[in-house]
Structure formats: C-alpha cells, structure tokens
C-alpha cells in the first residue's frame, strides 16, 4: 500500500472518486450527441445504444479524470458498470484506467472477483498481466489495485496476493459492505460468538502478513463500509496492518465522522470512496441547459465533480483533526 499512502500524503486527501457511470449520472444529451458518430462505425444499428455510451462515458470519465487530477489521489472504476456495455464498454473501462494512471492517479478497479484457485490465478492477470514474447509480464488492465470477494477462502486468495506481491499492487478483500442486506451472511455468529465478519478480518491479516512495506499496511487491504461506523472503529484495532478502502460515503448516506474511527492514530489507515456524489454532482448546479454544447456538458460535469471532490476533502479533514 506505500504507494497509495505516499499519493494520500501528496494529495493531503484520503479519498478516492468512484468512476461509475451510468444513464443516471452521464447527462443524457451528451450521450445523444454521439449517436452520429458511432451510426457511422457501426455494422448493425442495434450497437449504436452501446457504442454510443461507450464513447461518451470515456470522454465523461476523461473530464472528471482531467478535474481531480492533483486534489485526489485515486480513482475507482466499477467494472460492472461498463460491463453492461458489452465488449465496447469492456474497452472504455481499460481506456480510464490507462488514462486515469497517465495522469498520476492510483487506479483501483472494483472488480470483485473471487473462485477456486486455477481461475483465480487467470482472474489474478488484472494485477499480473500477461506474459509477452519477451518474457516481461504486459500490463492489460492498468489497474494499481483490485478488489476480491473471499467467500471461496485462501487458494481463491493466494493468486492476487501472488500476482500483487509480483507486480507490486496491492489487493482490496469485502470485509463488511457498506449494503443494508450485508449483515443478513456477514453478522453471522460462529460457534465461539465471533462474527463472520470478524474471522474474514483475521484472515485478511493473515493473508496479508508477508507482504507489509514500509507504511506498516500490508498489500492485502479490506473493504469496509462507511455505514457501519463502530464495527469499522473495531475492525481498525483488530486489523492493525490492513489499510481499508472505506465505500458508502455520501450517497449511501455515511458521513465524514462516520469513517473517523476507520483511521489510525496518524490519520493514515484509510482512503473514503464516493462514486454519484462526485461524478454525478453537477445535477445539483441547475443540470445542463437545451442546446449546451457537449464541451460545455463536460465542462460543467467536471467543475461540478472538482468542486464535490474538494468539499469531500475539507469534510474529511474537519472530520479527522
Ligand atoms: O461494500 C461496498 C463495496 C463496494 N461498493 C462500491 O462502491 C461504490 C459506491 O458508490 P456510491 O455512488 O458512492 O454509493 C460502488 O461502485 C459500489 O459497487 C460499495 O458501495 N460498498
């Protein structure tokens, strides 16, 4: 995680912006305004819907990338939102994410994979890459970080945290999600009255044990929700080399003194995502008018998300002094 903490310290800012477009958050007349465009690559006129989202969720992501750059220190593209898309957006996910590193930002791709050990090891090329003819492992994704679902226990674990230690990217693993419906299997009471939670938080300690660098976090960092405010404040002293990736900030309602306790004494130990209440606060400046041009459309996309980053930011920085 030295990386991502050494970003968190040039920026001064624990947070990281989710890049998560969808129909609700891209403007719908900036999506319109490709729709010529792309009729004129297409084969079949039934890919024009994708192939249209596909482009203006790239140009979308490229403002609010080109906006954030230098205040964040991170972006986190959800990959099930471009999936959605069919291969086109399947390449505008990798194209953010090479875009997002090219300008210096840590890239953390919310995947959550997770399966037994043979495919985990081919899932694991998100941080491994490819072996090319010259031996030397090709970069596909461009991703600094993934995050991984632990229900399948360590031989679905070990590939990632191989192919991290290899590559030297780290790994995110659900611990408790931020989601009303988590607790229905993670509150779950063992035998001895830990939770479930609690034991995958043991063993992402364990996992990530080998691999602690000179931050004192391992590679192997847990997800915990900003909506569960005193398991998170517990999980912190029960996970003392673990660095959290903290979702459920803003539009899922936690609030800055809701993640406080996720920190440590140095106010390290977390980065705070939010996805719609950045790269969808431009809806809240009055929307776009009739007739906007789409430069202006990006325009107002990307002030609006720069200034929702900076609001986060102070709100953050209050929260932690
Ligand atoms: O526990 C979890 C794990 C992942 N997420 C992801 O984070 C973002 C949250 O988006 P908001 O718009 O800020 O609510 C999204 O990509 C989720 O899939 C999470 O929310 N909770």
Same mark, same amino acid.
């Given at each position: 995680?030295?990386?991502?903490?050494?970003?968190?310290?040039?920026? =001064?800012?624990?947070?990281?912006?989710?890049?998560? /477009?969808?129909?609700?958050?891209?403007?719908?007349?900036?999506?319109?305004?490709?729709?010529?465009?792309?009729?004129?690559?297409?084969?079949?006129?039934?890919?024009?819907?994708?192939?249209?989202?596909? $482009?203006?969720?790239?140009?979308?992501?490229?403002?609010? *990338?080109?906006?954030?750059?230098?205040?964040?220190?991170?972006?986190? /593209? #959800?990959?099930?939102?471009?999936?959605?898309?069919?291969?086109?957006? +399947? @390449?505008?996910?990798?194209?953010?994410?090479?875009?997002? =590193?090219?300008?210096?930002?840590?890239?953390?791709?919310?995947?959550?994979?997770?399966?037994? %050990?043979?495919?985990?090891?081919?899932?694991?090329? &998100?941080? %491994?890459?490819?072996? !090319?003819?010259?031996?030397? !492992?090709?970069?596909?994704? &461009?991703?600094?970080?993934?995050?991984?679902?632990?229900?399948?226990?360590?031989?679905? *674990?070990?590939?990632?945290?191989?192919?991290?230690?290899?590559?030297?990217?780290?790994?995110?693993?659900?611990?408790?999600?931020?989601?009303?419906?988590?607790?229905?299997?993670?509150?779950?009471?063992?035998?001895?009255?830990?939770?479930?939670?609690?034991?995958?938080?043991?063993?992402?300690?364990?996992?990530?044990?080998?691999?602690?660098?000179?931050?004192?976090?391992?590679? +192997?960092?847990?997800?915990?929700?900003?909506? &569960?405010?005193?398991? %998170?404040?517990?999980?912190?002293?029960?996970?003392? &080399?673990?660095?959290?990736? $903290? /979702?459920?900030?803003?539009? #899922?309602?936690?609030?800055?003194?809701?993640?406080?306790?996720?920190?440590?004494?140095?106010?390290?130990?977390?980065?705070?995502?939010?996805?719609?209440?950045?790269?969808?606060?431009?809806?809240?400046?009055?929307?776009?008018?009739?007739?906007?041009?789409?430069?202006?459309?990006?325009?107002?996309?990307?002030?609006?998300?720069?200034? !929702?980053?900076?609001?986060?930011?102070? @709100?953050?920085?209050?929260?932690?002094?």
């Amino acid at each position: 995680m030295d990386k991502l903490i050494e970003a968190i310290k040039a920026t =001064q800012n624990p947070s990281v912006v989710g890049l998560d /477009p969808t129909d609700q958050v891209v403007p719908a007349a900036l999506i319109d305004s490709f729709r010529e465009e792309v009729a004129d690559q297409v084969d079949d006129p039934a890919e024009i819907p994708a192939m249209q989202r596909a $482009v203006a969720y790239f140009e979308f992501n490229r403002a609010i *990338i080109d906006a954030i750059a230098g205040i964040v220190p991170a972006v986190k /593209p #959800q990959i099930a939102m471009y999936e959605a898309l069919g291969p086109a957006g +399947v @390449d505008t996910y990798e194209m953010t994410c090479e875009y997002a =590193q090219s300008q210096g930002l840590y890239v953390l791709g919310d995947v959550k994979r997770g399966d037994i %050990g043979s495919t985990a090891a081919a899932y694991a090329k &998100h941080l %491994g890459g490819l072996a !090319a003819n010259n031996g030397e !492992a090709l970069d596909l994704w &461009h991703e600094d970080a993934v995050t991984v679902n632990p229900y399948l226990g360590t031989d679905g *674990i070990t590939p990632f945290v191989d192919a991290a230690q290899a590559a030297d990217k780290d790994m995110f693993v659900l611990v408790r999600t931020s989601n009303p419906s988590s607790k229905e299997i993670q509150e779950l009471e063992l035998a001895d009255g830990t939770r479930l939670y609690e034991r995958v938080a043991d063993l992402v300690e364990g996992w990530g044990a080998d691999t602690i660098g000179a931050s004192g976090y391992s590679r +192997v960092g847990a997800v915990v929700g900003a909506t &569960h405010p005193e398991q %998170g404040k517990q999980l912190r002293e029960r996970m003392p &080399h673990t660095f959290f990736l $903290v /979702p459920g900030y803003g539009a #899922q309602g936690g609030t800055a003194a809701d993640v406080a306790g996720m920190f440590d004494e140095q106010g390290s130990g977390a980065i705070v995502n939010s996805s719609r209440g950045i790269i969808g606060a431009w809806r809240k400046n009055g929307g776009y008018s009739d007739g906007m041009s789409a430069d202006d459309m990006l325009g107002l996309v990307a002030s609006s998300a720069r200034d !929702a980053a900076l609001a986060m930011r102070d @709100d953050l920085e209050a929260a932690l002094a």
